[in-house]
């Protein structure tokens, strides 16, 4: 007969007792899947949108979970720890993440959350600038560097015949809120800026008037289109990691569009003061329809086909290098 020795003894127990963790208590652990990662700029709208999903709890509704959501002020880091891969789940422009998707970012487009309409040419009454005509040879004060800009100046170019760069001197800001302090100090004739800082401004000085919206003007010029503006991009890493939790991420941005269009004044009381805007400039940048939220899945062959027609158009002016191949959408 073989002879056992205590210390095998010990060794058996302890593999034994490895293996009772491993099926009682580790895998549970293993199946329970890891927190999605996100962020949001503030201030601005994307906190409504990160704090209305939190206080509702609409990831879980929809069968995952979200971590806190990383705040943050700096556009650029923004988007930049988003490229590197330091979180899973970006709130931005469309055309922002298809010039990432064309530089070889592993993402993928879920949908869009608003429209164009956001973005307006601002200026102050009774200061002889009331139409975008009006502003040849006076000063226009932008955020040139952005992928907002360009898609003004094509609106402006392929619809109203005005190059703005052409007939307008422009002052580079670096944010939309930069727009509206230049342009009420005197210091330009009107000012590039988008919602909520419209309203914003119009709430602070009475004096300020949208004299040119570039959603508005896109709509009316193309028959019914919509120029998409924010949407949602997530990380390929994370489709990979979890195949289903794509469908999961588009449904919970649906509630989340569906939540606050059906109640607007209760959704502005989730965040308070938090987006860096008082409630009632909230609650009227959405009411005028400026801050016009609409929701469009990429899983929708309609909606995508309007964002091509969106960045053909974009393209066609200079706004965009490409139009995104099939690759840029979601597939759920």
Same mark, same amino acid.
């Given at each position: ?15 034994? &007792? &490895?293996?009772? &963790? ?22 601005g ?20 979970k ?5 705040? =943050?002020?700096?556009?650029?880091? =923004? ?23 064309? *530089? ?8 869009n ?12 009454r ?17 955020p040139?560097?952005t ?51 419209v ?5 602070? %000085? ?17 028959? *019914?289109?919509?120029?998409p =503006? ?11 990691? %979890? ?59 309609? &909606? ?23 690759s ?5």
């Amino acid at each position: 007969m073989n002879r056992i020795s205590r210390r095998q003894i010990l060794r058996g127990a302890g593999g034994l &007792a &490895a293996a009772g &963790a491993l099926s009682g208590f580790a895998r549970p652990a293993l199946a329970q899947a890891a927190e999605v990662r996100w962020a949001g700029l503030t201030p601005g709208f994307t906190v409504l949108i990160t704090h209305y999903i939190r206080h509702h709890k609409l990831d879980e509704k929809n069968g995952f979970k979200l971590g806190p959501a990383t705040e =943050y002020t700096s556009v650029p880091t =923004y988007y930049g720890d988003f490229d590197v891969g330091n979180y899973d789940v970006c709130i931005g422009s469309w055309d922002t993440f298809a010039v990432r998707h064309a *530089g070889g970012v592993p993402l993928s487009y879920v949908c869009n959350i608003t429209t164009a309409n956001m973005i307006n040419l601002v200026s102050l009454r009774d200061t002889g600038a009331d139409r975008v005509e009006d502003l040849a040879g006076k000063v226009i004060a932008a955020p040139q560097s952005t992928g907002t800009y360009r898609m003004a100046k094509a609106v402006l170019s392929e619809f109203s015949n005005i190059d703005i760069e052409a007939s307008s001197t422009i002052q580079s800001v670096t944010n939309p809120a930069a727009s509206v302090s230049v342009l009420r100090a005197g210091s330009a004739a009107a000012g590039l800026t988008w919602e909520p800082n419209v309203s914003n401004g119009m709430a602070e %000085d009475p004096r300020i008037q949208s004299i040119f919206n570039v959603g508005e003007t896109y709509t009316k010029a193309t028959g *019914g289109g919509v120029l998409p =503006y924010f949407g949602v991009a997530v990380r390929n890493e994370l489709l990979a990691r %979890d195949p289903g939790v794509g469908a999961k991420i588009d449904a919970m941005f649906k509630d989340c569009i569906d939540g606050i269009t059906g109640d607007v004044e209760a959704a502005v009381n989730i965040v308070g003061e938090t987006t860096g805007f008082r409630p009632e400039v909230l609650t009227e940048a959405i009411a005028s329809r400026r801050l016009h939220f609409v929701y469009a899945s990429m899983t929708d062959p309609a &909606a995508r086909d309007n964002l091509r027609g969106a960045a053909e158009f974009c393209v066609r002016n200079g706004a965009l290098a490409q139009v995104p191949d099939d690759s840029f959408f979601i597939k759920l």
